[in-house]
């Protein structure tokens, strides 16, 4: 007799030696973005339905229209393209994410309807450790050895406390949406997000620092983490939008 699917994963889950991780992961799944999107979407106020022809024109010809667009911020032909990306990351970093919600769309796995994974956040050796100064005025500084070496020891074994309750809790028939309570943030989760351009670009100038900003931000790392491997992904499919939002201070239209 061989074993369900249920049964299969369910044994999977349970086996399963907590892992610890220092890095995320985002995955471009699919997505509508190009510079001719700005382009068409911005002269059909003058040009009407011969906007069209521009969706087959090179947009290296019109760069200057979408640096116009940018610099004073008419923002809403940056928003006739789609990205979805695939993220992997701790929960924590997906609380902070959604605040994001003006052109945004979220869905992520739940543990009211899978197992969750015994897959943890721990900070790598290059992650700053402490923070010096007040809100507003802080700044993080490198960790000492004996730092890293408690916050991996800490983390890593309430992790593995917090799992075993879990598991403890699955085994003797407690329901999935209230056994997941004593998991804690640190956990990885994954959902999808999809967003326009001109989301994209004020997510950005929230969630990453750049020289280039003409306001300064101050993100929680691990989301930066996130956000500068969207905006590399990005950068590929809207180079002269791209290349604009740098150019104008980061800021979005």
Known sequence: MTDSP???????????????RGDVTVELVKHSAADSDVLWAARVSTAGEQSLEE????????KGLINYLMRDRHGSPFEHNSMTFFISAPIFVFREF?????GWSYNEESGRYRELQPV????????????????????FVEGTDAQHELTTRVMENTYR???????????????REVARSVLPVGLFSSMYATCNAR???????????????????????????????????????????????????????
Do not use: C
Not at 98 to 102: L, N
């Open 120 to 139: 943890f956040y721990v900070p790598d050796a290059e992650r700053k450790l402490v923070q010096e100064g007040r809100p507003g005025k802080y700044v």
């Open 161 to 175: 406390e917090a799992y075993e309750a879990y598991q403890e809790m699955l085994a003797a028939g407690v329901a």
């Open 199 to 253: 989301s994209l670009m004020h997510f950005l100038g929230l969630r990453t620092q750049h020289e280039q900003a003409a306001v300064p931000s101050f993100p929680q790392r691990e989301i930066e983490m996130v956000g500068e491997k969207m905006e590399a992904e990005w950068a590929k499919l809207m180079p002269l939008t791209y290349a604009a939002f740098n150019k104008n201070g980061r800021v979005a239209p």
């Open 6 to 20: 249920t049964e299969t994963a369910t044994e999977t889950a349970k086996d399963a030696e907590p892992t610890f």
């Open 55 to 62: 969706i087959t024109k090179d947009p290296e010809r019109s």
């Open 98 to 102: 959604m605040r994001h919600r003006v």
